[in-house]
């Protein structure tokens, strides 16, 4: 019944008729029993190695179809039981049957192979009710659960909460946000999370070569009295999908105000396309932050195209850093001028990456990142400091 190219199996189900938990579970274990068919040796026998249980629900077909490639790779690396609830929206003639899927990439000559498993469940308004019912015995005991949402974010969807209630991880992504205000419920709902039960933002993810740049450029030590002498920062992005503020945007500028024990006080948009935001250093001094949006690609909306900042003091004069992302290109440039001669040119490879491979450093993180909820109350506290919704 497995095979190298990997082979599938539905289950036994009417339209519209409850899902049979248990009646699911055997026929998943039946999926893992050699071929009595001649077909394949029953020497060659398949392993459920199974290191975490993956659960996702996706909206829509589309998304369901990504999602169903991005847990079989991840699934490569890290063994999982992967549940997919995919909602069917108006499509009523749609049948709710599960799919019961299960893939061996491994030689067929080895002796046994580490294989893995997905259960597909389609979703229509009763079922999304249901879906942590369904989902709670089909979880592999004693393993992590992490949770990817992909649907819409609302902190009063009881489907939802309850969902993400069975999860270690809740993974999210602010850049699929319909509006940037939504940072504010990622930081309600994980007030709302268990003990023991955390939540991250794949944007955040995509930020880390941005601060990690930022970042090696302070640690030279003829550049470390720039650090409390910023004063001037502009910030270019790709326009967001509602045009507003990207969210990618302002968790950079607070982490960088969180690193730096800044405290910002003005915020507004001064033209469709531009906004501005003051902050105080630790001394007091103000900072000037400008960000610009500006058309691009489909793929580069809300994403950090480029950022630069200067730092002015008496005893060093000036110094300058620029880190730039061509459009469309998968490099990201630093610049960095001290005085009149003093230069530093860097670049690092960093392409737009796809969600697995977002996701991957969170499955291996071994404790909860400080960093980004310090940030994520930053953010927030920088959203409400803009006031009125329009103005972002």
């Given at each position: 019944?497995?095979?190298?190219?990997?082979?599938?199996?539905n289950?036994?189900?009417?339209?519209?008729e409850?899902?049979?938990?248990?009646?699911?579970?055997?026929?998943?274990?039946?999926?893992?029993?050699?071929?009595?068919?001649g077909?394949?040796?029953?020497?060659?026998?398949?392993?459920?190695?199974?290191?975490?249980?993956?659960?996702?629900?996706?909206?829509?077909?589309?998304t369901?179809?990504r999602?169903?490639?991005?847990?079989?790779?991840?699934?490569?690396?890290?063994p999982?039981?992967?549940?997919?609830?995919?909602?069917?929206?108006?499509?009523?003639s749609?049948?709710?049957?599960p799919?019961?899927?299960?893939?061996?990439?491994?030689?067929?000559?080895?002796s046994?192979?580490?294989?893995?498993?997905?259960?597909?469940?389609?979703?229509?308004?009763?079922?999304?009710?249901q879906?942590?019912?369904?989902?709670?015995?089909?979880?592999?005991?004693?393993l992590?659960?992490i949770?990817?949402?992909?649907?819409?974010?609302?902190?009063?969807?009881?489907?939802?909460?309850?969902l993400?209630?069975?999860a270690?991880?809740?993974?999210?992504?602010?850049?699929?946000?319909?509006?940037?205000?939504?940072?504010?419920?990622?930081?309600?709902?994980?007030?709302?999370?268990?003990?023991g039960?955390?939540?991250?933002?794949?944007?955040?993810?995509?930020?880390?070569?941005?601060?990690?740049?930022?970042?090696?450029?302070?640690?030279?030590?003829?550049?470390?009295?720039?650090?409390?002498?910023i004063?001037?920062?502009e910030?270019?992005?790709?326009?967001?999908?509602?045009?507003?503020?990207?969210?990618?945007?302002?968790?950079?500028?607070?982490?960088?105000?969180?690193?730096?024990?800044?405290?910002?006080?003005?915020?507004?948009?001064?033209?469709?396309?531009?906004w501005?935001?003051?902050?105080?250093?630790?001394?007091?001094?103000?900072?000037?932050?400008?960000?610009?949006?500006?058309?691009?690609?489909?793929?580069?909306?809300?994403?950090?195209?480029?950022v630069?900042?200067?730092?002015?003091?008496?005893?060093?004069?000036?110094?300058?850093?620029s880190?730039s992302?061509?459009?469309?290109?998968?490099?990201?440039?630093?610049?960095?001028?001290?005085?009149?001669?003093?230069?530093?040119?860097?670049?690092?490879?960093?392409?737009?990456?796809?969600?697995?491979a977002?996701?991957?450093?969170?499955?291996?993180a071994?404790?909860?990142?400080?960093?980004?909820?310090?940030?994520?109350?930053?953010?927030?506290?920088?959203?409400?400091?803009?006031?009125?919704p329009?103005?972002?």
């Open positions: 019944m497995l095979s190298g190219a990997g082979d599938q199996h289950g036994e189900f009417n339209p519209g409850s899902i049979h938990l248990e009646s699911l579970e055997q026929q998943v274990a039946q999926l893992w029993h050699p071929d009595a068919s077909d394949r040796p029953l020497t060659s026998l398949a392993t459920r190695a199974t290191v975490l249980n993956l659960v996702s629900f996706v909206p829509d077909s589309e369901a179809q999602t169903i490639s991005s847990a079989g790779r991840i699934s490569q690396i890290h999982s039981r992967v549940i997919i609830f995919s909602g069917i929206g108006d499509q009523d749609v049948e709710l049957k799919d019961l899927y299960a893939t061996c990439e491994a030689d067929s000559e080895l046994s192979a580490p294989c893995i498993e997905q259960i597909r469940v389609p979703v229509d308004l009763p079922r999304y009710q879906m942590a019912t369904i989902a709670r015995p089909l979880l592999v005991a004693d992590p659960t949770v990817w949402w992909q649907g819409s974010l609302d902190p009063d969807d009881t489907a939802f909460l309850n993400i209630r069975l270690n991880l809740t993974v999210l992504d602010s850049l699929k946000f319909e509006s940037i205000q939504h940072l504010a419920d990622l930081q309600r709902i994980r007030e709302l999370l268990p003990p039960s955390t939540i991250t933002d794949l944007n955040w993810q995509r930020l880390q070569p941005w601060r990690e740049l930022t970042a090696q450029f302070f640690d030279i030590r003829s550049m470390h009295w720039a650090l409390q002498n004063r001037d920062i910030i270019d992005a790709g326009i967001a999908e509602d045009k507003a503020l990207p969210g990618q945007v302002l968790m950079y500028i607070s982490w960088l105000s969180h690193c730096l024990g800044w405290r910002s006080f003005e915020a507004r948009r001064t033209r469709n396309d531009r501005y935001i003051g902050v105080y250093d630790r001394r007091g001094g103000g900072v000037r932050i400008i960000v610009r949006t500006r058309p691009t690609g489909e793929e580069w909306r809300g994403q950090l195209l480029a630069s900042m200067s730092a002015e003091e008496s005893s060093y004069g000036s110094c300058s850093l880190l992302r061509t459009r469309g290109s998968s490099i990201i440039r630093m610049h960095a001028r001290s005085g009149l001669n003093s230069t530093l040119h860097h670049a690092v490879y960093h392409p737009l990456l796809p969600d697995e977002l996701l991957m450093p969170v499955f291996e071994t404790e909860e990142d400080h960093m980004f909820y310090a940030t994520l109350d930053r953010t927030v506290e920088l959203v409400s400091l803009f006031g009125k329009e103005a972002l």
